[in-house]
Nanobody, 121 residues
Framework: QVQLEESGGGSVQTGGSLRLSCATS????????MGWFRQAHGQEREGVAG???????TYAAYVKGRFTISRDIAKNILYLDMRDLKPEDTAMYYC???????????????WGQGTQVTVSS
């Protein structure tokens, strides 16, 4: 059974930092391109960052330089380190396993349940 379980969300002030974690099924983790998406209230879900099992990560322009995606293969955990957070980063953040190296919701095969990030000014 495929499982993706996020944790680490919370409320911070502008300029703060958070680390999101996504615990995954071992069989899933090494086979898929893994990514983080977010969805703000009333907005479409959008890609934040993606990382292959080996290779260079990809970032959305609005988080580049502030967010870092990484994967711990030994623990089967995907991370998203977020710093210099802004109110516009407020959203539900989702971990995802993608069929291809394309950071699009259409390519997602498995979703986590999401974890809320709220940034106050």
């Amino acid at each position: 059974q495929v499982q993706l379980e996020e944790s680490g969300g919370g409320s911070v002030q502008t300029g703060g930092s958070l680390r999101l974690s996504c615990a995954t099924s071992g069989s899933l983790f090494n086979r898929y391109y893994m990514g983080w998406f977010r969805q703000a209230h009333g907005q479409e879900r959008e890609g934040v960052a993606g990382i292959p099992s080996n290779g260079v990560p990809t970032y959305a322009a609005y988080v580049k330089g502030r967010f870092t995606i990484s994967r711990d293969i030994a623990k089967n955990i995907l991370y998203l380190d977020m710093r210099d957070l802004k109110p516009e980063d407020t959203a539900m953040y989702y971990c995802a396993a993608l069929r291809r190296r394309q950071l699009s919701p259409r390519e997602v095969e498995y979703w986590g349940q999401g974890t809320q990030v709220t940034v106050s000014s």
